[in-house]
Every structure is written in structure tokens, then in C-alpha cells.
């Protein structure tokens, strides 16, 4: 993994569930997961191409003082290292709150994106309950993000992939969803960097057709398949 990449990397991972310590010359990193395929891969791939020194510690289920249970989770820890020092501001102002930056966004990649949506991302299909899946939201959890930070990745989004990004409003929060045919292409682009035991999150159908899945929406999922990703979405 060439520095490029590393950055777009550790972008969506940071923009997702990882968060920067508090140093000056040298800050560590952290992400928590539920999921140990996924803590798993961020530990080989960081391994494998940088020197930075990791730890990887399992918490026990708990319940907390206000009766909430938590599940079991691992921690992956990157030691003390000037390389979070020197990124930190891409994500953080000076009072330590989350930003969505232009450095950030300029730096993720497809695999950053697949890391964002492994900690952030999940799918509400639309119609289950009766039966019938006629809709699909791909969305992505930006709770701990301004709304002027959210409107600023929508614009982004939309000038760099020509996504038309819709804001979700959840209580005091806001989450962005993608619209069904845009999100097939996201999801695409992603799918190559999801670790298998996530692949639920995608539920895309390459080989297959599952008894949900109406005409309108298999003939989309074989146009998927047909187009290549680089003329699969063009601004218009």
C-alpha cells in the first residue's frame, strides 16, 4: 500500500468509527468493532504496509450502570506515531470536534469508502415487511458530524461522483442515503474490500436472485454487472 493509499485508507476508517488520540508531536489511533474479521483486516493491512506498532484487545459483553447492554468488541490501537499528528487536522478543528475536510475527502479512496461503510453503513429495504422489496436506502451513519459538515460532503459527492445525496433526519441527527441506482454503483465499487462476514451490508446479486427481488430491480442489478465501473456513472 503506496502512501496514497494509505492515506484514502485510514481516511474512511478515521471518518467512520477510528478516532485520533489527543498528543502534539505524536497522536495514536483507535477503531472499535463488534466485527473480528473486519478489526482483523485493518490489523494485517496496516501490518503489512506501514511500521506502525499495533495492539488489538477484546472487551467483554457488559452491562452499563444505566442497565444498557454492550456487546463484546475488539479495539485495534496504533501506538504514538507523527503520522496522526500530521493528518489530525483533516478531521478535527481545535476544539476537537469532527470535521468533514476537503484534505479528507480529497484523500479517501474506494477502499476508504469500504472501510466508512463497514463501521457507518447499513441497508433498510424498503417493503420487507409486507413481502415485497421495492426499495432499497443505502445509507451512512454521519451522527457525530455538523450539518454544515454533512452539506459539505454532499456537495462533494455530487461534484466528484455526480451522486445526488439526500439528508436524512434521525431525532438530532442527520444521515446521508443514497438513491437506489446510485447506490448500486457505490456499492460496486466497494464490494472488492468488504470482508466476507459483511457482506450482508451490501446485499448485492451478481449470481443470484433472491425471492424478493422484483423485475425492475433484478434488471437493475444485471445492469450493474454489464456496465464497467468506469463508464457505469457519468455526470450528466
Not at 479512496?109 to 429495504?125: L, R, T
Not at 437506489?180 to 451490501?202: C, D, E, N, T
Request: hydrophobic letters at 35%.
Amino acid at each position: 500500500m503506496n502512501s496514497s493509499k494509505l492515506k484514502g485508507y485510514l481516511t474512511g476508517l478515521i471518518l467512520g468509527d477510528g478516532y485520533i488520540d489527543k498528543g502534539v508531536a505524536k497522536r495514536a489511533f483507535r477503531i472499535k468493532s463488534i466485527n473480528k474479521d473486519f478489526i482483523e483486516k485493518i490489523e494485517s493491512d496496516l501490518s503489512s504496509s506501514t511500521n506502525f506498532k499495533l495492539v488489538v484487545r477484546p472487551h467483554p459483553a457488559r452491562t452499563g450502570s444505566d442497565g444498557t447492554k454492550h456487546k463484546e468488541y475488539l479495539e485495534l490501537t496504533v501506538k504514538s506515531h507523527p503520522y496522526f499528528a500530521k493528518i489530525y487536522h483533516n478531521f478535527y478543528d481545535d476544539f476537537r470536534n469532527r470535521i468533514i475536510s476537503k484534505r479528507a475527502l480529497r484523500a479517501i479512496n474506494w477502499e476508504g469508502w469500504a472501510n466508512w461503510f463497514m463501521s457507518d453503513g447499513y441497508i433498510v429495504k424498503v417493503g420487507k415487511t409486507k413481502g415485497k422489496i421495492v426499495d432499497r436506502r443505502v445509507e451512512l451513519c454521519t451522527d457525530r458530524y455538523p450539518e454544515s459538515g454533512i452539506d459539505f460532503l454532499r456537495s462533494f459527492m455530487d461534484k466528484k461522483y455526480g451522486f445526488s445525496i439526500k439528508k436524512v433526519r434521525r431525532g438530532r441527527v442527520i444521515r446521508i442515503r443514497f438513491s437506489l441506482y446510485q447506490a448500486q454503483y457505490f456499492l460496486y465499487q466497494i464490494s472488492p474490500f468488504v470482508v466476507p462476514s459483511m457482506m450482508y451490508k451490501l446485499d448485492m446479486a451478481y449470481s443470484y436472485r433472491p425471492e424478493w427481488m422484483t423485475d425492475d430491480y433484478y434488471e437493475l442489478m444485471k445492469t450493474v454487472q454489464s456496465v464497467s465501473p468506469q463508464n457505469f456513472w457519468v455526470k450528466k
